[in-house]
């Protein structure tokens, strides 16, 4: 009985030490643990005296005192006590925080690469300026030329008898024009800093610059281009005498004085020019001239003392010169010793611009810092497709 009870006792105390060690270790941790979260607390507390001095130095003098009923202190300092206090990111949720990466929201940060209105905003600057394309046939075609098909000759007949023989007549020919597309460019630059001003619309004054830009050349291009990687304007085209004319080239009228219209009748040589034109073409005809030469025709008057020219009566409307809408477009030449200064003619059948309908736009912010390039290009071409519906007036005696 003793040596069992020896034993017993012997393994109680065995049981018992471990269980007090693991008692002292958890008191002492659960001491240190208390130490931590006081000093975390007057560091906070510190922290948030320092906050507050700031914010009262930043105060102007005079400045009115706020009542101490109204909590004052800003959101983001409140979420990110909460957050350090207990981890409770509720009140950083509201917050709009900054992001840094590419983005299409931003125009510095990528916009500019998404952007589908910018061609659209160019596409209807292009159509109101005064540019051949206002009366001209466009179309919009996805290869790198179009082709228009004319036939331009005349079947043969002829009268037959009743028991005469029937020889052969001519066959109508048919001819194509080719018309290529050729690239247009602009690459106009902005410094980063404009780009990020959200005060200043930039996009509307970057479509502003590439439309005046691009309007400005293909008008010029499709009058008197000479179709080296640019389109080619009907003024390039050859000219002869109306009474010689011939497919390939464009009838002229001379107005009887060089440089000027005849002393005698100076409405005569206009005349002359609108019933050279075929019939058929004079429906859907149109003027064309400069702005200079425009103020010359304006005085004109006809036998009976009546101004030749007639403004539109709404808005928008052009005005008229013996009836024909006049297109003022400021590429065509002054007059002078054998000009063409003023061409009419159906327009839409004599010339054709082919284009394609998309617009890149490339940004490069690398190659000019610290500005901003923008490469901008369209692809477009013009040329005449019928030599019959267009007539020129040339300032020569003949």
């Not at 004052?72 to 709009?96: I, N, Q, V, W």
């Not at 630059?189 to 400005?216: M, N, P, T």
Request: net charge negative; hydrophobic share 40%.
């Amino acid at each position: 009985m003793k040596k069992t009870e020896t034993k017993a006792r012997a393994g109680e105390g065995v049981s018992d030490a471990p269980a007090e060690e693991v008692k002292s270790a958890l008191q002492g941790f659960l001491s240190e643990f208390k130490g931590f979260q006081d000093d975390m607390k007057s560091k906070l507390q510190q922290q948030e005296e320092r906050l507050t001095m700031l914010d009262r130095k930043s105060y102007t003098p005079g400045r009115p005192v706020l009542s101490t009923a109204v909590d004052c202190e800003a959101p983001h300092k409140k979420a990110f006590a909460a957050y350090l206090r207990s981890g409770d990111d509720d009140g950083l949720r509201g917050l709009t925080l900054e992001g840094k990466a590419l983005n299409s929201q931003v125009n510095a940060e990528g916009g500019f690469l998404v952007d589908p209105q910018t061609s659209d905003r160019i596409r209807g600057v292009l159509k109101s300026t005064s540019s051949l394309r206002a009366i001209a046939n466009v179309v919009s075609v996805e290869a790198t030329s179009f082709d228009v098909l004319v036939d331009h000759t005349d079947l043969g007949s002829g009268w037959a008898t009743e028991t005469g023989s029937i020889s052969e007549t001519g066959t109508p020919q048919i001819d194509r024009i080719s018309i290529p597309l050729h690239e247009l460019s602009a690459m106009p630059k902005a410094s980063q800093r404009l780009l990020d001003d959200s005060a200043f619309d930039v996009e509307g004054w970057l479509a502003e610059r590439i439309a005046d830009k691009f309007s400005r050349a293909e008008a010029q291009a499709f009058i008197s281009g000479d179709g080296l990687d640019k389109p080619k304007g009907f003024l390039t085209h050859s000219a002869v005498d109306n009474g010689v004319w011939a497919w390939g080239s464009l009838g002229y009228v001379p107005t009887g004085a060089a440089g000027d219209f005849s002393a005698t009748n100076a409405s005569d040589a206009i005349i002359d020019l609108v019933y050279a034109l075929n019939a058929e073409y004079r429906a859907n005809a149109s003027f064309a001239m400069n702005s200079k030469t425009a103020g010359a025709v304006r005085k004109m008057k006809d036998a009976d003392g009546r101004f030749l020219w007639s403004d539109g009566l709404a808005a928008g409307e052009p005005a008229r010169l013996m009836g024909y809408p006049v297109l003022v477009a400021e590429d065509m030449p002054d007059i002078g010793t054998d000009a063409y200064a003023i061409a009419f003619g159906d327009f839409y059948n004599g010339y054709t611009i082919a284009e394609r309908p998309d617009m890149r736009v490339l940004r490069d912010p690398f190659s000019a810092k610290p500005h901003v390039l923008f490469y901008a290009s369209k692809r477009v071409g013009g040329d005449v497709s019928d030599f019959a519906a267009i007539k020129l007036l040339k300032f020569a005696v003949s």
